[in-house]
């Protein structure tokens, strides 16, 4: 089974139909099913209330899900519950657990330093052990590489290609301590995404640096041990024009094939 | 000088986003490593209105391309880093005996695109031969450089849309052969790049079908399309680096140079001809 076929982050949309007919047509076999779950009261997103989840919603959701099963017979659906930063997960009652097959969560977006990044994988173990589901930390660099980004970190003037790029000069960059993260994910036994949003904003800024250094953070984060999850985050697609997907490059520089996503046996996924 | 630096398809004119001015486009190409820009607009384009109700900047093509020109003119003392050129992308509708004198007076070079034809191989192979050569008659007639545009971005979509994948059991970029490229591309590649090569009509490598071929997650189809280029070139094909950007919007648009294809071909800056054409300086 090839990285690309595996998406366990793959937001439901308006046609939770449509968007696995798109999946199944771009070749994903086991998909994670997602919508947001979040703190109305204190967080907005982008696109509106539709995006968050109440508990009737989600029930929906997984009906949905099951029913959908037989038409789409070759492909291995799960529902996970995307966690904001600002969500009381110990909110998450008995039937928001019982109707998940797993969670994953995200960092917070606007507090950018390292005791904060390492308060991320604790928040997923936390969730974790709450719910007794496995759960991954999504799209960990997205907000804060962009940020970075655009707050006016530039590519060093003589950038001379990914290979001089050091551990040091990608923590620089990132500006937070990257190894300890790893330590942190790794000694929690908390897995983390390799997001395809976030490889699909960071090329717009054109210039391979930006990519660069997020390929480096994942391969230090894999040195160290952490355990990587493929995810895309498609979130609305139009076939052959947009539509996120599965940086399975990535995967493939870092040497990591489908039969080493340790997250698919947490979740009883089978390798095809 | 990297090939991502390079950008000689970088959209800018009517299909800019609501509020948007020249400027902002040329300050994110800036910002994005870009420092030799052609920035272009489709030449058959005429709306009266924008999505939003607000006016078009411009509202007649030759008209269009005159404002730019003078805009794009005017940016330069801001942007001294940058050489900035203007060439319009033209339809096929576009021939050289049907060309506009005051639009060619303010291009720099043109952008010509095929027939978007999703179908056969021998027709669409012949749209191609026929975009070519009426590159080529541009070209000559008007004295401006021209290259051909994305020339496989309507039969990558129409393999997508009939439900042609690849083989179920792809295993990477290196068993790809030439004639499995140009079936599923529905492009005979050796006569089209020979007849670019004899013409001396140079062909893009364009951003916006690499990124689209990627949305589509199956790295089959951007792997076809790097083999096709591969192709092409063993024929003596030259090459124009050009985003196709029409949006700014980071991550839903916004398109880079495709650099990592030129890397793999190992085609740097100095394999650029068109450049020396439009009289671009390397740095």
Sequence with gaps: MKIHQIDLHCHAGKSLKETLSFAHSTWRRIV????????????????????????EDFLQLRAEVDQLKSEFPDMQLFLAPEISAAFDYTALDDQWIAASDYFFCLPEEDKITTECMLSQPERAHAISRHTGKSTFLAYPFRSLWISRIQAGHRAPEKYAGPKGLTDEAVISALGFDLHAFAHMAVSLGVAVEINGETYSRIRSYNHPYYYDVLQRAYEILHRRGVSLVPGSGLRGFRPGKSGFAVPEETFEILGISGSDIRFLDQIGAKRI | MKIHQIDLHYHAGRERAAGKSLRDYVMFAYVTGRRILGITDHANLHITQNPDGSLPPFTKSTENFIKIRAEMDALRS???????????????????????????????????????????????????????????????HTGRPAFLAHPFRSQMYHRYDTFCYGPADYAGPDNITDEEAADFLGTDLIALGDWAAKLSVPIEINGVTLYRAHCLNRPYFRDVVRHAYKVLFSRGVMFVPGSDQHLLSVGEGATPVPEDTFDILGLETKDIVFLERIGARFL
């Design chain 2, 78 to 140: 801001e942007f001294p880093e940058m050489q900035l050129f203007l060439g319009p992308e033209l339809g096929p509708e576009f021939t050289h005996d049907k060309m506009e004198h005051a639009l060619v007076e303010v291009s720099d070079y043109f952008i010509c695109e095929s027939v978007a034809f999703r179908g056969h191989a021998a027709q669409n192979t012949q749209y191609l031969l026929e975009a070519i050569e009426r590159c080529s008659h541009i070209a000559k």
């Design chain 1, 32 to 55: 994670g099913i997602t919508e947001v779950v979040y703190n109305e009261k204190t967080e907005t997103f982008e696109n509106g209330s539709q995006n968050a989840l109440s508990l």
